[in-house]
């Protein structure tokens, strides 16, 4: 059920919280992925949004808040997104804490703001979801069939968080349950990306994309763009003024693929400023 309207291509970038800013989705998007998608959004935040890249735009709520601010949030920012999700995965200590992502629980909440969301976009929407008890997870796909356009599930239980096997059949076992596309997500990567592209029909790129935005170029079998590198990175996080922890964070992303990574990581841990950090762009990109 691989839709064009909703992705160019079947590879999307996983929402990943720090990972995801705004320079580096636009990154990713020419390194040629199809979608990109924001981290963990709260509709009653006051911070400004950057979606220049027009990603899926990730929403949590907490159970105590429930639907409070969707509505208004996705009216402002409806016409600068691809579409909507609601993230049910999330198992931070935060999230457990203040009760959103894969610890809310509560039906009805959960229905109460994806039919805001629905009421308020003609675009995608979506949810996320983890590997639970099967009772569970039948409720939420039951859910999603009346407001979504889509399941993303990423099968590893809360206590794994990202660590351990995804259990792939579980996926599998929604994918036949449902008629709504799945988009998998779970240690994809060069290696399984065609195996996994017959069962399921989007898969989500997320630590493997970590640092490497050309990595969606040579899934689809492609020569990489020019201007992927941290140097590009570093002039879209200036333009856009992202903090400096920021993108010495970046730094040290790119640096994974790089011959020597523990000494140039060394280096970029002595910066102490944006102008110090310039100085060694080279040996990053």
Not at 263 to 279: A, V
């Amino acid at each position: 059920m691989y839709n064009k309207k909703f992705s160019k291509t079947r590879y999307i970038l996983a929402p990943m919280e720090e990972i995801n800013d705004i320079a580096f989705r636009i990154l990713c998007k020419r390194g040629g992925v199809g979608l990109t998608y924001t981290g963990l959004i709260n509709p009653l935040t006051k911070q400004k949004i950057f979606l220049k890249d027009r990603p899926i735009l990730q929403l949590f709520s907490p159970e105590k808040k429930g639907s409070e601010g969707v509505r208004k949030f996705v009216k402002k920012h409806d016409k600068e997104v691809s579409g909507w999700e609601l993230n049910l995965g999330c198992p931070s200590k935060n999230a457990r804490k203040q009760k959103f992502g894969v610890y809310l629980k509560d039906l009805e909440v959960i229905e109460e703001v994806l039919s805001e969301i629905r009421k308020n976009t003609k675009k995608p929407a979506s949810i996320k979801i983890r590997k639970t008890n099967w009772e569970w997870t039948l409720k939420l796909i039951k859910i999603a069939e009346k407001y979504c356009d889509a399941i993303a599930i990423h099968p590893r239980t809360k206590e794994q968080g990202y660590s351990g096997k995804p259990d792939i059949k579980f996926a599998e076992k929604i994918k036949q349950k449902t008629f709504l596309p799945i988009i998998y997500s779970g240690d994809v990567n060069e290696k399984n990306n065609k195996n996994l592209l017959e069962k399921f029909d989007y898969l989500m790129v997320g630590r493997a994309a970590i640092g490497r935005p050309e990595i969606f170029s040579k899934l689809k079998n492609e020569k990489p763009p020019k201007n992927i590198s941290f140097k590009d990175y570093f002039k879209l996080a200036k333009k856009y003024n992202l903090p400096y922890r920021q993108i010495k964070f970046q730094a040290m992303n790119f640096t994974k693929t790089k011959r020597g990574a523990r000494k140039l990581r060394l280096e970029i841990f002595k910066c102490r400023t944006t102008k110090q950090l310039e100085k060694i762009l080279d040996k990053i990109s």
